[in-house]
Each structure stands twice: as structure tokens, then as C-alpha cells.
């Protein structure tokens, strides 16, 4: 089942901190260009890792309490959570191979 879940403060302990996989999280803002830029490559993502990776989306905006809690101050960040644990982060626009390297150092995944 390849694709993004829309994860809101609601449900961010459940889809990501509980998760039985790792997660990349996109913490995006709708009124965010270079977050819109990023969507493809996050999609990708999430068609190349499917099964082996969880790929969320937190709109910033509509959920700050999950922006807070994760200490989120610039747009687009990614977070790489594994256990539970945020293990790594990139900020800004980056090509899908710049984030299978940081999916394979900080969550041990090759795209292979």
C-alpha cells in the first residue's frame, strides 16, 4: 500500500511513534513553496520504500502541537523516526537520491 498518510496531532503517537516500521515525516505548510517542490520526491518515496518505510505528512499549520513537540522551526522538514525515536532530520528541498542516503544512514533502509 504505497502512498502518504496524512498524520494530524490526533493520531501522531499512533501512525508514528507506535509504528512497527520507520517513518519519514513530511512537516509541510500548504502555503509553503518549496514544500509543494518537495511532493514528488516525497511520493516516490513512498512508492520505492513501500512495506519497508512509513512516509507521513504533518501539515504544520493546522497541527502545531505535533510542530512543537518536534521542534520544527523552518519548512520543509523531514524527520526520520525510528522506535519511536527521532533518529534524523533534513530541512528544505532535497533529490530522492539525497534522501535515500539519509533514509539509509539514520534508518538503516537501502532502496534495494
Known sequence: MAGVIEVNDASF???VLESDLPVMIDMWGDWCEPCKALDPVIEQI??????RLKVCRV???????TANACHVGTLPTLLFVRDGEIVGHHI???AS?????KIADHLQLSLR
Request: aromatic share 4%; proline share 8%.
Open 59 to 65: 501539515d504544520v499549520g493546522s497541527n502545531p502541537r
Open 97 to 101: 537520491e539525497v534522501l535515500a542516503t
Open 46 to 51: 513512498a512508492r520505492d520504500y513501500d512495506g
Open 13 to 15: 503517537a499512533k501512525e
Open 92 to 94: 528544505g528541498p532535497a
